[in-house]
Each structure stands twice: as C-alpha cells, then as structure tokens.
C-alpha cells in the first residue's frame, strides 16, 4: 500500500482525532441551547403577522422585498471581505457575533410592535409603508454580518470532523424535546381563541407578547454560546484576497455543486403549509391540538432515527444519503398532494390530519440522517478547500455561494405576492372565508409546487465527488497542516521574541 493509501487507512481507523474531543461540557450544552433557540421564535406565523395584522399590501410587499433584496447581494460582497479579514484575539467571526446579538436582537423585537406604531391603518398608509421600507433595509444591513459570521463559525467550533458530526447530532436529537416548538404551538391556542371571538383581546397583543418574548429568549441563549465558545480551526496569517473567496466557488469541486443544486432547487416556489390548515380548514384548537399530536407521535420515530446516522455514514457515501433523502422526501410530498386530491380531500379536515400524520412518521423515519448530512456536509466542502488551497474563506465563499439564491430569492418573493392577488386572496377576511378558488391553489402551492419547481435541484447531488476514502486521506492530510501552520507560526513568534 502506497503511503496515501496508508494514510487514509489511519485516518479510516479514526487514528486522527479518535482520542481527542475539543469542546467540553459547559461549552456543548451552550451549544444545545443555541440550536434550540434558533428555531424558538413564531416565525411559522409571520405570513399571518403581516397579512392580517400589520395589513401591507402585497404589491408594496414585492417592491420592498425588491429592493431589500437587491441591496442584500450588494452588501453580502462587501461585509464578507470584511468579515474574512478579520484576525482578532476573540477570533475571525466572534467579534460580530458577540457585539451585534443583542442590538439585532432588539430590532427583531421591534418589529413585533408595528401594529401598535400603526394602529388601525391601511395596506397603502404611506408612513406605515416607509417605516416598513427602512426598517427591512436596516435589519436586513445588520443581520447580515451576523448571519454571515454565524455560518462560518459553525465550522470552526471544533477541527475534529467526528466531534462535530456528534455535536450536530446530540443537538438536533434533544432540541426537538426542549420545546422548540412550543411557541408555535401555543400562539397556534392564542390565535384560535382570539379570531372565534372567544377571546376578546386584540390579535397584535398576542404576537407582541410570543413575538417579543421569544425574541429575548433567544437572544439570551445564543449570546451565552457565544461567549462561551471558541473558535479552533487555525486561519492563515494574512489575509486572502477576495477574489479567491469568489473563485473559491469554482475551484472547490464540491461547494460549486452544493451552489448549484440550491441555485436549481431555489426555483421552488410555494407556501407556507400553515397558511393553508388555517385558510381552508380554520385556526382552530382542535387541528391545532392534532397537528402537535401528529408531532408529538412521529418524534420518537425521529429521535431513534439519529441512531441510523453512524451506521449509514459507514455503509453509504454522504452522496448516496444527500440524494435518498432528497428523493425519499419528494415521494412522501407526492403522496399527500394526491391524497388531497382525490376527491377534493383536501377540504375534509380527518383524511387529510390522517395522511398528514402518517407522511411526518414516515418523513422522521431519516430526519436525522437528513439534518446531520446537510448540516456537515457544507463544514465537508469548507474544510475541502482549506485541504486543495491552504486557507479557509467561510464568509466570502459562503456569500458567493447565496449570491445567485438571493436573487432568486427576490424575484422569487415578488412572483409569490404576484401569485397570492391571482390566487384571489384577500387580506383581511375571517379566517376561512377566502373563495373556494384561493383554498384550492393554496393547497396545490403548499403541497406540490414546490417539489415541482425545485426538482433540478436534486441532479449536481448526484456528482458528488468526496468519497468515504478521499474523506479519509483529506482529514489525515489536514491534521498535519494545521499541525504545521500551528508549528510555523510559534517558531516565528519565538523567533522575534529572541531577536535583538
């Protein structure tokens, strides 16, 4: 056997980072509470926050989300320069991370006091809609540097590639049952009682008080992480030139496809599946309380479906997994659309909780399979490019990446409020009195569009060109780098030190 070939046989056997794990115990249960609070929030309901109770019209909606959209991609190139050139004691990323949490924090929590800035206004009430307009442009100016830094972050937490698959695991597999979803859930109560009348409380006062709310816990949570953790992954000395970032995308084989798969699939357009339950079969407690159930009863299924991952990634490719779990989703979708068909099933509230509870069951038979690969296989493609060309660009590649999805993003936005006036929806109305027209297409948006028009994005998957062998070599490989770089940069240290 060649030396590569031993090398990758070690690396193979574990023999790089098998005995060593980074993060300790204080730092991985603040990593628990980051994920976990990343999907706390009520942003499930925020279709209906701004349709219903805020009442912005969607022809302003496709303007502003135009241009919101436009300044997005024009300011992601300058703050990602920015962001990978910066080199400071607290690290590369934590600097943004740490200063701009609580100040974005609160901007978010402002936004779920719009109804109370303009109470009782209409959808073209011009100062609500400037108000509108800057605050998009801000927020979205500021929540770029953290979500940039936050993408980067993410992959250098630990240089270990078992350590961070055990932690996206371990995270994904507790969360789930520490309430991420309850906020939904009990808004989901709160809305019912409130829109039947048997409640008599204004609707704003119920999404200022989960809006806000889960805001600052969130908040809170995702700071302490921050604070606690570190960044590990060495980053070169000097900093690289932003083309290499862009170029990066190109000439690292498997980020180019990750690209383009988003790029095809983020032809998808659709709606949020919650908007149907309640424009078609009423916000009421009982599919309420039957969706939790439907959830409550498939997550088991997907908690012991995390226990699949390790065997799966010994016995099929990260390839094989990415595209089964895309195709084995697109099945399931097609089958709960055709369900709903039959029969015009889709206005019947019981054959279509039935079909939807067993499609989650079968759906969290590879949810974990699903979040762990997703999760690590852009860390795969990150630490790839640091393997081929000696340096890491997380934030200017990751935005050379988006650039074209944001695009898309924005026109994407505007078709989707261009569709929603000729679907016939009307702001404003009682809940489940939109026309039988608009209930039919907000069920044909939600359940098959998007697998419709995001299709092609299944096909680059199919090229993926990291093997279980190349993984094995490219980790053994850069272990010994980052030994090097470690080694270099305090033999220069000392070198100064000692010099007259």
Known sequence: MDENGKRAADAANGNVYRSYNY??????????????????????????????VVKIDFGIQAIVGLFTGVWDVINDVFISALVDGTRTRLGKFRPYLILMQIPLSLLGILYWFLPYMFPNTAGTYVPKLIFFFVFGVVTETAGTFTDIARAGYMSTVTPNPN????????????TGYMGEDMPTFILGILYDFVTTGRWKAPLRSIFVFMGAGTATVSCWFTFWFFLVSKERVPQTIERPDI??????IVKNYPVFLMALSDFFGHFAVGMN?????IDVHGANTMINSALAVAGLVSGPVGSVSYAFVQPLRKRFSSKFLWVGADVYGDVLCVIFFTVGMIN????????????????EIFAKLLFGVNKVINADLWNEAMDYCEWKSGYRMEATTGVAKSLVLKLQNVVRASVFNVIMKKIGYVQGLKIGTQS??????EFILCAIMPTITGALGIVPKLFWPITKKKRAQMYYELAEQRNRMVTDYVNGFDAEETSP
């Open 163 to 174: 350590e961070r698959v055990r932690l996206i695991t371990l995270a994904e597999l507790l």
């Open 243 to 248: 083309k290499q970032g862009f170029l990066a």
């Open 273 to 277: 599946e919650r908007d149907y339950w």
């Open 344 to 359: 015009n099933n889709y206005k019947k509230l019981m054959p279509m909780l039935i079909v939807y509870g067993f499609r």
């Open 23 to 52: 993060v300790g115990t204080k730092e991985t249960v603040a990593y628990l509470f980051n994920d976990w609070s990343n999907c706390f929030n009520i942003n499930g309901y925020k279709n209906r926050f701004i349709w219903d």
């Open 436 to 441: 039988e027209k608009t209930k039919r297409w």
